[in-house]
T-cell receptor
Framework: DGGITQSPKYLFRKEGQNVTLSCEQN?????MYWYRQDPGQGLRLIYY???????QKGDIAEGYSVSREKKESFPLTVTSAQKNPTAFYLC???????????FGDGTRLSIL | GENVEQHPSTLSVQEGDSAVIKCTYS??????FPWYKQELGKRPQLIID?????GEKKDQRIAVTLNKTAKHFSLHITETQPEDSAVYFC??????????????FGKGTHLIIQP
């Protein structure tokens, strides 16, 4: 069954802690994306990757880091430098053309 | 970068009536415009998209129209049903890559279908 798997579904971060959100896809998609969604808001682009071992900053990359060592995986680390990390994080993937993009079920991150 | 404005933020219609949501974009080079539906606590799901070489696209009760000159596009839902209640987002390419470098989203429209 093809799709995008995000884990965990819920995550709690302590002060000064880095946390990593997992995103895996088995759709053989070249491009992967991370978006952040705050309550009542649209999605904002954090990072994207069009090929393995390459990624680019989106509009709100500060306080986040990513890696793309494998085509199917694009983990996002929320660092302690991100002072307001509470949000719903959504991973997406697409063919190299970027159309269409399909989303995983998301990870909800909260502060302890 | 691209800027997408979406209106209205909330739309309430009677069941069976039509609903229209409008978006404008800033980058005249944008060539791909998807619409997503998001139910509470769930992932956005693509419901329809349009490319800039066509002016209108339909899929059963849903249609999207595009006016490249005015740089706006609209979602039309006819014969609305209770299951259409959700938040709808429009989007446009974040950069020059037609979506390959991400999407810029509108802030969303909360569509409420009144019985």
């Amino acid at each position: 069954d093809g799709g995008i798997t995000q884990s965990p579904k819920y995550l709690f971060r302590k002060e000064g802690q880095n946390v990593t959100l997992s995103c895996e896809q088995n759709l053989n998609h070249d491009a992967m994306y991370w978006y952040r969604q705050d309550p009542g808001q649209g999605l904002r682009l954090i990072y994207y990757s069009q090929i393995v071992n390459d990624f680019q900053k989106g509009d709100i990359a500060e306080g986040y880091s990513v890696s793309r060592e494998k085509k199917e995986s694009f983990p996002l680390t929320v660092t302690s430098a991100q002072k307001n990390p509470t949000a719903f994080y959504l991973c997406a993937s697409s063919s190299f053309r970027g159309q269409p993009q399909h989303f995983g079920d998301g990870t909800r991150l909260s502060i302890l | 970068g691209e800027n997408v404005e979406q209106h209205p933020s909330t739309l309430s219609v009677q069941e069976g009536d039509s609903a229209v949501i409008k978006c404008t974009y800033s980058d005249s080079a944008s060539n791909y415009f998807p619409w997503y539906k998001q139910e509470l606590g769930k992932r956005p799901q693509l419901i329809i998209d349009i490319r800039s070489n066509v002016g209108e696209k339909k899929d059963q009760r849903i249609a999207v129209t595009l006016n490249k000159t005015a740089k706006h596009f609209s979602l039309h839902i006819t014969e609305t049903q209770p299951e259409d209640s959700a938040v709808y987002f429009c989007a446009a390419p974040h950069g020059m890559g037609g979506g390959a470098d991400g999407l810029t989203f509108g802030k969303g429209t909360h569509l409420i279908i009144q019985p």
